[in-house]
């Protein structure tokens, strides 16, 4: 019994970091594009009300790359406030292929710019995310 009870707390303290981390945050919840409102929303770790709004104007988008995987890219976009980063997100999925990433941002960037209708056409599928539901 004591055996397996020592076995559960160092299990506990080792993982519970972790596994906080991972399933009892706000860090995965989607980003959203307002084309009305000129809005991009995102959520940080802060908890349930650190979701952050940035102007689409204001916010800063880029390529980026993985750290261990440098052949992933992916987009990401800076919050400045200044010269200073305060946060920084990614938007959508990663892809080994640049091209593949830089279809996905200019169907964000039509949306944003020119409106629903101008995505017809557009080289990446008409919805980005996971989600199941339609939003």
Not at 52 to 68: L, R, T, Y
Not at 110 to 132: C, F, N
């Amino acid at each position: 019994m004591l055996f397996a009870a020592l076995l559960l707390v160092q299990f506990g303290l080792l993982y519970w970091p972790i596994l906080r981390r991972d399933f009892f945050s706000y860090k995965y919840y989607p980003i959203r594009f307002n084309r009305r409102t000129r809005m991009v929303h995102a959520y940080t770790d802060g908890g349930p009300d650190a979701a952050i709004s940035v102007p689409w104007q204001e916010a800063h988008f880029h390529v980026g790359e993985g750290k261990g995987e440098r052949h992933l890219r992916d987009i990401r976009c800076h919050v400045l406030d200044g010269e200073i980063i305060r946060h920084t997100f990614a938007v959508g999925h990663y892809f080994d292929d640049e091209d593949k990433i830089r279809e996905v941002w200019e169907f964000i960037r039509r949306y944003m710019d020119e409106g629903p209708a101008s995505v017809l056409d557009a080289p990446a599928k008409p919805q980005v995310d996971l989600s199941i539901a339609d939003a």
